[in-house]
DNA sequence: AGTAAATTACGCACCTTTTTGTAACCACGA
DNA sequence: TCGTGGTTACAAAAAGGTGCGTAATTTACT
């Protein structure tokens, strides 16, 4: 599925974290092993086939782990890869980079600095 | 002006680089301050109405500087801002993030990485 | 001299391509 | 029948490309 052309790793990356969906996944697994429907009560809005496109997606990429059970009502877990692992801090640096820049112009005059704090909260 | 209604950092930095350009774009301006004709030649795939969105949206986003000078026939110089130069090294990291896990044995495909390379047939 | 064309950085309208959503269906077994 | 994880077909939406128009000035041709 990843048959890209692409010279630039950059390029490559980015077209693989591209979207709304990606580094929403990879927050979630972050906290640890997930099922399919555990992660769409995570993110409802996410539909049935897009969260199964993007799954097999980062699974191709090599940043999560599918693993299928035998059983009844089939059981499928996601998990982080340990290179999935390693890319999370580097996408937390991301967030970070965008709230100290959000910072340092989204104050227009006297405005409750707090809300503002509190309105960019990460979900950390 | 970035008039963003997401409550997480991550989710909007990610809409600012999702796509093909903005990273691309973001390379080229680090080598230096460049005119709109200048990132055409730089890049000739992107037409110029995605150069003008792409820039206006990484202007917005305090990444891109752009400063127009009068005369004729005008001239507009595009430059990363301060929050864009810190923002390269974050972009960086993830290329070498890619790099490193494609090495490591990340596709467990059944055949060897070279051969991978030449060959798209993978999982369809 | 007069006209035409080129230049630069766009905006806009139209059209195609890609991505995403919706909904239905499949299989299995309690 | 329900719930599991997944697939497919079709529709909607978003992204992207093409080409034309704009400005004020210089150059190119006649």
Chains 1, 2 share one sequence.
Request: proline share 6%.
């Amino acid at each position: 599925m990843k048959t890209l052309v692409s010279r630039c790793p950059i390029e490559e990356v980015m077209q693989m974290l591209s979207g709304r969906w990606p580094t929403l996944l990879i927050y979630y697994l972050k906290q640890g092993t997930k099922r399919f429907s555990d992660l769409r009560r995570d993110n409802p809005t996410i539909s049935h086939k897009m969260l199964t496109l993007e799954l097999r997606k980062l699974e191709d990429a090599g940043i999560v782990e599918r693993s299928e059970f035998e059983g009844y009502p089939l059981r499928v877990e996601y998990q982080l890869t340990p290179a999935g692992h390693r890319l999370v801090p580097l996408i937390d640096a991301l967030g970070d980079w965008w709230e100290t820049t959000s910072d340092t112009s989204a104050h227009p005059g006297s405005m409750d600095a707090e809300a503002a704090v509190s309105n960019t909260a990460s979900r950390d």
